[in-house]
């Protein structure tokens, strides 16, 4: 296999002529599956006979609780290639990707609870999903926080990566703890929207969604390393063409 | 400069900076006063709260007093002659987590027995109280030291560190309280000891990897 | 101690924030170099030894030591060198005597004695470091010249704050040091008066 790829995505050059191309067109997807994923599960997909018309917000908790944790699994990859390889492409990448993934957290979060309301009956129960979500949006703001907080660059660089590989070996046995945590204090009382299976016009919706989601965030993160390369290879005089040539 | 002569310093270090030890331990107790004080002094809620008002006090006491753990040494440029050394940068945060555990944990088992009477902790479960600590402090040690060497340049890392760090302690804490409250009701408790010795071992291996990247880039 | 030594530095690019401090610099030194490296406020001499030391990595190039590449991996540059800063290292709950000792676990009472009183501060061995004056203080940081057998030294800025006839007491121990094998890199903004370095200018 050759690894020409790998070197080539390490650098910011290759890569920003290269999201030029790829970043409209997988955003533009994204936002076209999402519009037509949920337009599909909100109208047009049949009411849960045991939820009715509530169990809709699926179309957005589902994916993007499941993006959350996607986003943060990738962070931790890029930290761990950025402290083995010192890859330059990887802090930005994480620099760009932390914010999105707290918003994802979030967004699960705040559709959770709202789903939780007519559900359980409470906007909050310490259900595990929730509390490890909820952990998850805590890691989160912690590397925005270390970011923001070092001024000295390289350091900054240095930290987020330590803690975004720390947070990745950690993520499993939080969850782990959290869900076992639960069970001790919940016997399972709620069983909620768990039939087996879904018949295809709900979880087809649900997959477009889902990955609609996950272009979505590709396109946007793409756009977010695009305006920090700018920032930080300002002095480059490739930028300098490329940008001139861009006509701005 | 030897990983003895470096052993002793910081265990002298830790003497003449006992003060800080003493605040850390003061803190403890503070937290643990908030509970009835905030709360409910009442048996019925203390009783099977004790053991996790100790492990969070005992917690939230370990990020307080580490925030500060490579501080002086980074401002005095010991750090950096520490980094200079030749010496393994990983075997001696090792040695200043040590001592640093050291000197928190003995007083800490000493204070326990008194808190956990005060909180109407079961009787027959204090055995298990301390074996918890003794077994997942090293743990909150070791990863709070990397969470102190991501905050040394900053003059204000406390609040930060607390943030990045307390994740992290979910699960020794929540491991930790469970095996208390399964010997309260009975139930085998052996294994939760054995996943909370588990974490402290891959705090170990973590810790000494990661905390001397955070050093090395802090000292410019 | 190794009586031929060499240090090579070439093609060393080192930058700072957004500036660069030094592009294309090169240098050889051998067993016997005191080497003055000059440069003005922020030019990057500070800077060019935390590079020699990993504490800032330099964009290209590359340093030897005996031939042997230390950017990778340097704890051979490190085993051999003495390193003292503008932050001196000194911890400043200890004494003078705990100060000393925490650095040369080995060194006899009566070496340390002897150093000491020729630096001046064999009076102080018990106060704490925080209440010395700015010189005796660095007095205290560069007993290591007398006391240590690594041949490689990197001294920034070792003469300010000292009086003169600390001055004049450094520059023969470096130049003793030099005539026994071993290489000096010094700053200083000063001019030197009993030795005649070779003297490197940094400039951008
Ligand atoms: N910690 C730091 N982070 C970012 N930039 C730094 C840092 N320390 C120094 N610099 C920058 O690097 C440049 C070189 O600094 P350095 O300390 O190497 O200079 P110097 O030649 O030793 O100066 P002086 O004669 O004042 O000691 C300066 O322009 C400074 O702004
Ligand atoms: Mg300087």
């Known amino acids: 296999m050759s690894w020409s790829w790998f070197h080539k995505l390490g650098s910011p050059k290759w890569f920003f002529q290269w999201s030029k191309k790829w970043a409209p067109p997988v955003f533009c997807l994204g936002v076209l599956g999402i519009v037509v994923g949920t337009a599909w599960g909100l109208a047009f997909a049949p009411k849960d006979y045991l939820q009715g018309n509530v169990f809709r917000i699926i179309y957005l908790h589902v994916p993007s609780a499941i993006l959350a944790e996607s986003c943060y699994l990738s962070l931790g990859i890029a930290g761990f290639v950025f402290l083995v390889w010192q890859m330059k492409m990887a802090p930005i990448f994480i620099k760009a990707m932390a914010p999105i993934g707290a918003v994802m957290a979030a967004i699960a979060l705040f559709s959770g609870s709202i789903w939780g309301k007519p559900t359980w009956g409470t906007w909050w129960v310490w259900d595990a999903r929730l509390t490890s979500v909820l952990v998850l949006f805590m890691l989160y703001m912690g590397i925005i926080a270390i970011q923001n907080a070092l001024d000295d660059r390289v350091l900054a660089d240095k930290a987020a990566a330590v803690i975004c590989v720390v947070g990745v070996i950690n993520l499993p046995i939080i969850k782990y703890s959290v869900v076992w945590w639960n069970t001790l204090h919940q016997p399972a009382t709620f069983s909620f929207m768990k039939k087996p299976d879904m018949p295809e016009v709900m979880w087809m919706p649900l997959l477009i969604c889902v990955v609609s989601f996950y272009l979505f965030v590709a396109g946007l993160v793409i756009w977010r390393m695009q305006t920090e390369i700018l920032r930080r290879e300002h002095r480059a005089s490739w930028l300098k063409t490329e940008v001139v040539g861009d006509g701005i | 400069m030897t990983y003895f002569s470096y052993f002793k310093a910081e265990c002298l270090v830790l003497f003449r900076r006992k003060q800080n030890l003493v605040n850390a331990l003061l803190f403890f107790a503070l937290v643990i006063v908030l509970f009835p004080l905030g709360v409910d002094p009442s048996k019925a809620f203390l009783a099977p709260a004790a053991g996790g008002i100790i492990w969070c006090a005992a917690a939230l006491a370990t990020v307080i007093s580490l925030e500060s753990m490579f501080k002086e040494d980074y401002a005095d440029g010991s750090l950096e002659q520490l980094l200079v050394s030749g010496l393994s940068i990983s075997w001696l945060v090792l040695l200043k987590v040590l001592v640093h555990w050291l000197g928190m944990i003995i007083p800490l088992l000493l204070l326990t027995p008194i808190f956990s009477e005060m909180l109407f902790l079961p009787d027959g479960v204090l055995g298990v109280l301390m074996t918890t600590l003794l077994l997942g402090t090293p743990g909150l040690f070791l990863i709070g030291s990397i969470g102190a060497s991501l905050t040394v340049s900053l003059r204000q890392g406390a609040l930060l560190m607390l943030l990045l760090i307390l994740p992290f302690y979910f699960p020794i804490i929540i491991f930790s309280t469970s095996a208390i409250q399964a010997v309260a009701s009975g139930l085998p408790y052996s294994g939760l000891l054995a996943i909370i010795g588990a974490i402290s071992l891959l705090a170990l291996v973590m810790s000494p990897l990661m905390t001397p990247i955070c050093l090395k880039a802090s000292v410019r | ?204």
């Open chain 3, 1 to 204: 101690m190794q009586s031929n030594i060499s240090l090579t530095i070439s093609d060393l690019w080192i930058e700072r924030g957004d500036r660069d401090l030094c592009k294309g610099f090169s240098l050889t030194a051998t067993s016997g170099d005191i080497i003055h490296i000059l440069g003005d406020n922020g030019a990057g001499k500070s800077s060019l030894f935390k590079t020699l030391f990993g504490l800032v990595s330099p964009v290209e190039g590359e340093v030897q030591l005996n031939g042997e590449d230390v950017l990778s991996y340097r704890d051979p540059l490190l085993k051999q060198s003495l390193y003292i800063s503008h932050a001196l290292g000194l911890k400043s709950v200890f004494t003078v005597l705990e100060n000393i000792r925490w650095y040369f676990p080995k060194v006899s009472e009566a070496d340390i004695a002897r150093v000491l009183s020729l630096l001046k501060i064999e009076g102080y061995l018990d106060v704490p470091i925080k209440a010395l004056s700015a010189g005796q203080t660095r007095r205290v940081a560069l007993a290591r010249l007398w006391l240590s057998d690594l041949p490689v030294w990197f001294l920034d800025e070792p003469f300010s704050a000292l009086d003169m006839v600390s001055i004049q007491l450094l520059e023969g121990r470096i130049r003793e040091h030099a005539e026994q094998g071993g290489i000096v890199f010094f700053t200083s903004h000063q001019p030197v008066t009993l030795l005649s370095p070779r003297r490197v200018e940094l400039t951008a």
